[in-house]
């Protein structure tokens, strides 16, 4: 048996967006957190949290001290994933192709499967 710990994954849902700022900002500082700490890091975009996978219509959260939101998607995005809700987008009439570049689209089954995967922490925002 191996004394070696295996880290564990990092899943964050995020349910809001600017109308949260707040609370939005955190989920992001986290997720960007957990890719600065080696985590396997995945976000899941549902209702208007969406809209932060989508360039030109991320929402500027404006908060003093806190990194712009912007820069921890791109952190995010570039070691991690992002994951839009399929119900979400449709009602958006957003596709793969309106996301962030390695952006993709699936439904709460996939959500409920990544969370109840082996080591796997999850956070709802």
């Known amino acids: 048996m191996s004394t070696e710990m295996t880290a ?3 899943l964050i849902k995020i349910t809001c967006g600017a109308d949260a700022a707040e609370r939005a900002n955190q989920a992001w500082t986290v997720a960007a ?5 080696g985590a396997s890091v995945s976000v899941w975009l549902t209702g ?11 929402p ?13 998607i791109e952190a995010v995005r570039l070691s991690g994933s992002i994951t839009v809700c399929t ?8 596709v793969v192709q309106d996301l962030v570049e390695s952006a993709t689209i699936q439904g709460a089954a ?10 796997v922490q999850a956070l709802v925002y």
């Open 110 to 119: 996939s959500f409920v499967e990544a969370a109840l995967a082996d080591n």
């Open 48 to 58: 208007d949290a969406v809209w932060f996978a989508v360039p030109g219509r991320q």
């Open 33 to 37: 957190m957990g890719v600065a700490a």
């Open 60 to 72: 500027d959260l404006e908060l003093p001290y806190a990194t712009p939101v912007a820069e921890l």
């Open 8 to 10: 564990r994954a990092l």
């Open 87 to 94: 119900q979400c987008a449709a009602r958006r009439e957003l």
